[in-house]
């Protein structure tokens, strides 16, 4: 499918266009909503596109080189996923600014940065090749070195500049993570790699080298999402960024480093004593979670508790990806679910807070939360939208919040990790403390001005689709649940991945993708053991779903149309609520199916046979 | 100042052009022999510089120079999505036979060429606005 190039290069051609007609500040506005909402509705389109193919991987190789040496592009369904959030909230997010950019900003070529920026994370989401991400990296933070600078006041100069050195140095420790792994294993590419270190023995030198370089990789992406105790440089510069585009950065930016750490630790590097670097990151986002709320909680500047926020949030994604270590694959499928659940939850939420952060201070006429006050009754639309986000970033059961934490602490709790869980559940309270505060202090109270400082009315209309969009997400879980279970089961079956990439004849020599069975094996078990009635029917639901979705993808063998019907007979009704609780009412029934399904291999692991 | 200076213009008289000269020797061989566009862009821009020091700066910021950049990128990715459509993969690349009439010379031009001007463009375009940039400071 060559049209994967066209997330990268359509920004890109929008950037130069942009460029060409600088000057002309409104058609400019203009042309990038409408680039960015068309790119927007080709990204939904691929998403689909994907989730309906039987791999559920779709690959480019870009030049005339074949699989592993070319340059991969590749779109599973995670991939997907992001690209879907990265170019809904830079729609979004472009129709906001065009209420707050200035004509100076436009002249030294805000919009033109904006879609570089947007092109580098698109192209770090679908990039299958590891150098190729860290190219990605560089045109992402070009663009964002460019927005954070733009107007050139002092303190942007100065903010920038430590943004800059803080970044200059993580990718000077990405090169040279990926030129170990790639002296050690021969490759850049993340599938080959992947092939490689499947096959790798326990006490190698290779491995040890594979996990040596695993580590600088750590250190990069853990400095990107700042995670602790690679933090500081993020509440230090992001209030410099320009108002509305800081949506992106705090929404965007960090999760591309998320995504890398799921995408390089969930899939590439599967070496003897990969887990230790999954064991650093569960110890790291118990502290990244705690002492990022503690940090908001001194904060009284609604862009700088926000920013705090940040941190706080990626800990609880990070302590997704280290509950990965787990030797318990239903725990595994759980924990990757939740994370990837929690990444769009959180970059939907998280963007809608600054905006109507943004919009807050606009009518407020400053930030300072001691300085605002009585913006409820200055602007009541506002007000409301700021309190479905926050609720639904503190956890609060309608919203989008409560279930991307419940599975994650589900799962956490499943691990036997009671510490970081209970980490987790005091973050949530601190949460929900802070957002408290800048409502008490932001939202009630007198106004201490007789109307609005600036107009703000056109803004509201981006941001109420973030909101309404976290409160569909809430209320209609399940669809999203099974998108997100269906792209964990590609990040945590390498095997189908590298067929897809290398093709069929790459898994000779593989070990069998035992995944399934040995989350079938345990699945009666988990079920048993939770003393949790309404928890084990969510979770066991989808852990059926997921099975009957895979069996089906794989059900080439007469001997499966008996569960084939089944999917059939459920997916016609379409993965709506309803169908889930038909589901859940005949647990009796669904074991021995699976079990069916069980006793014969599917396609994939034949080949090793 | 130095823009002021008799030897320099005289001497700049001179080098500029061939300066210039080099730089599109350096770009043509720069397929199989060490050179290309970066580097060569890089000469031009040596060129430039030269150029704004002898005769000094308010002439040259008459022009946009980043304009150059972005042709530049747009002329490198348009032949990588030509060649998209023309069936092979994206920033791949093929050559152009062609014997030219009448003087029977065989004309071998691979694609990389357009890319590698793409990129002679920016490296030119974008160190001459750092030049021309620095040169207004102050004043």
């Known amino acids: ?609 | 100042m130095i823009e002021h200076s008799p030897i320099l213009r005289t001497v700049a008289r001179f080098t500029v052009p061939l300066t210039v000269a080099m730089s599109v020797v350096v770009f043509m061989q720069g397929h199989n022999l060490p050179g290309g566009g970066f580097i060569a862009g890089v000469l031009a821009a040596a060129a430039g510089a030269t150029y704004l020091l002898a005769f000094g700066v308010v002439r040259a910021s008459k022009f946009s120079w980043w304009r150059l950049s972005v042709i530049g990128l747009l002329i490198a990715l348009v032949t990588g999505v030509v060649l998209g459509f023309v069936g092979v993969n994206f920033m791949d690349h093929t050559a152009i036979e062609w014997v030219v009439p009448g003087i029977h010379y065989h004309l071998h031009l691979p694609t990389a060429t357009f890319f590698d001007l793409g990129v002679y463009l920016i490296v030119f375009g974008t160190l001459m606005t750092v030049f021309v940039e620095l040169g207004l400071e102050g004043r």
């Open chain 1, 1 to 609: 499918m060559n049209a994967l190039v066209i997330p990268i290069l359509w920004p890109l051609f929008t950037a130069i266009l942009l460029a060409l007609v600088n000057g002309r500040y409104k058609l400019e506005k203009a042309l990038s909503v409408l680039s960015t909402c068309g790119l927007a509705g080709w990204v939904f389109w691929l998403l689909w596109y994907v989730d309906q193919t039987d791999a559920g991987v779709v690959t480019m190789i870009v030049g005339g080189w074949e699989a592993p040496f070319g340059i991969a592009m590749v779109a599973d369904r995670l991939a997907a996923i992001m690209l879907c959030l990265s170019m809904g909230v830079g729609a979004v997010v472009n129709a906001y600014t065009c209420w707050t950019v200035t004509d100076k900003q436009q002249k030294y070529f805000f919009y033109p940065l904006f879609q570089v920026m947007l092109c580098g994370v698109n192209w770090a989401f679908i990039s299958g090749d590891i150098f190729n991400l860290f190219v990605a990296y560089e045109v992402m933070l070009i663009g964002s070195y460019g927005m954070m600078i733009v107007g050139a006041s002092r303190s942007q100069i100065r903010q920038t500049l430590n943004y800059i050195a803080i970044n200059v140095v993580g990718s000077t420790f990405f090169v040279g993570g990926v030129a170990v792994v790639y002296a050690t294993t021969g490759h850049t590419n993340m599938a080959a790699i992947a092939q490689y270190t499947m096959t790798l023995a326990e006490g190698s030198p290779q491995a040890a080298m594979v996990t040596a370089g695993s580590m600088l990789l750590l250190t990069v992406f853990a400095m990107k999402t700042a995670a602790w105790p690679l933090f500081f440089w993020l509440p230090d510069s992001y209030p410099s960024v320009p108002a509305g585009v800081i949506g992106f950065f705090a929404g965007l930016l960090t999760k591309v480093g998320v995504y890398s750490l799921l995408r390089v630790f969930g899939m590439i590097f599967q070496q003897p004593g990969h887990e230790l670097a999954l064991d650093i990151l569960l110890v790291l986002s118990g502290f990244t979670m705690l002492l990022g709320v503690l940090g908001a909680m001194c904060q009284w500047e609604i862009r700088k508790i926000l920013s705090w926020h940040i941190i706080s949030q990626v800990g609880y994604m990070v302590m997704g990806i280290g509950l990965c270590g787990s030797a318990h694959p239903a725990i595994v499928t759980m924990a990757v679910v939740g994370t990837i659940f929690y990444i769009v939850h959180h970059i939907i939420v998280k963007s809608c807070l600054f905006l109507v952060g943004g919009i807050a201070g606009r009518v407020a006429g400053t930030q300072e939360l001691k300085k605002m006050g009585g913006v409820l009754d200055l602007a009541p639309g506002v007000a409301g939208l700021f309190l479905i986000a926050a609720l639904s970033l503190a956890g609060m059961p309608p919203f989008s919040g409560f279930w991307s934490k419940f599975v994650l602490i589900r799962a956490g709790l499943h691990g036997e990790h009671f510490i970081i869980v209970t980490v987790a559940i005091v973050t949530g309270f601190f949460t929900l403390y802070s957002m408290t505060k800048i409502w008490s202090y932001g939202f009630w109270g007198k106004p201490k001005r007789e109307r609005a400082a600036a107009s703000y009315r056109g803004m509201m209309i981006p941001t109420a689709v973030l909101v309404v969009f976290t409160v569909f997400m809430g209320v209609f879980a399940q669809p999203f649940y099974r998108l997100a279970t269906d792209a964990a089961t590609i990040v945590k079956h390498p095997q189908q991945y590298i067929a897809a990439v290398l093709g069929e004849e790459a898994l000779v020599g593989l070990p069998a993708d035992t995944f399934d069975e040995a989350l079938n094996e345990t699945l009666d078990e988990t079920a048993d053991a939770t003393a949790e009635p309404v928890a084990i029917t969510v979770a066991s639901t989808n852990q059926f779903d997921a099975f009957k979705s895979q069996s089906v993808r794989n059900a080439h063998d007469p001997r499966n149309v008996q569960v084939t019907d089944t999917k059939i007979a459920a997916s016609d009704s379409g993965h709506t609520p309803e169908t889930a609780t038909n589901a859940s009412a005949v647990p009796d029934a669904m074991p021995t199916q699976i079990t069916h399904v069980d006793a014969t291999p599917h396609a994939p692991a034949e080949v090793t046979h």
